[in-house]
């Protein structure tokens, strides 16, 4: 046995995978390392609510570690590499959910099926929103709508969780003199029917 061989040996079946791939990218590499990663991506992508999506998600995920596997340039942070290009998958999944629903038009239909003009909170949650900077917005969104962990914002955009805190803190600040604006005039009205 070669040195090469006895030290590719010694290597967990992961790490066999990666290094396979990244000397050799054919189909019968790119195969082992699908077997080997997919089944890691697909739970990844579950754990954070993409269900159905996990599959495709995971399958994206792959044809890009394939078709770019000669730009990483430190072959022991493979995995971590993937996992980047993960979270940069699932950033952009839900952008794009975000994008297909139209924000404009989801004020315009819980207006209209309550018979309620402007001042409802859902006639104002665009009015409150255009105080946010894009990072603020997505912040909010992430923790607030999609309901999702401090953490799991910090991976996903790949920054720290402080960052992440700071962006939620930043958006509440900025909105609090209008959210209270909202709860005196729902006091006020309240007391008026009373």
């Given at each position: 046995m070669t040195n090469e061989a006895i030290a590719r040996k010694d290597l967990l079946p992961e790490e066999a995978v990666s290094q396979r791939i990244l000397e050799a990218p054919d189909e019968?590499?790119?195969a082992d390392l699908f077997k080997t990663f997919s089944p890691q991506l697909v739970?990844?992508?579950?754990?954070r609510g993409c269900g159905p999506m996990a599959e495709d998600l995971a399958q994206?995920?792959?044809?890009t570690v394939y078709r770019k596997a000669e730009q990483v340039r430190d072959r022991s942070l493979f995995?971590?590499?993937?996992?980047?290009i993960a979270r940069n998958t699932i950033c952009r999944h839900y952008r794009k959910?975000?994008?297909?629903?139209d924000m404009a038009d989801v004020p315009g239909r819980l207006v209209a099926a309550t018979n309620h003009g402007a001042g409802t909170p859902a006639f104002e949650?665009?009015?409150w929103m255009a105080f946010l900077n894009a990072r603020e917005k997505e912040a909010l969104m992430l923790r607030f709508i999609e309901q999702w962990e401090y953490h799991e914002i910090a991976a996903a955009q790949s920054i720290p969780i402080g960052t992440v805190q700071w962006r939620v803190f930043s958006a509440k600040r900025k909105l609090a003199p209008y959210l209270k604006r909202?709860?005196?005039t729902a006091k006020n009205t309240t007391r008026m029917a009373a």
């Open positions: 019968e590499s790119f739970a990844f992508f579950r754990a994206e995920v792959m044809l995995r971590a590499w993937m996992f980047t959910q975000a994008r297909e629903v949650f665009l009015h909202v709860e005196r």
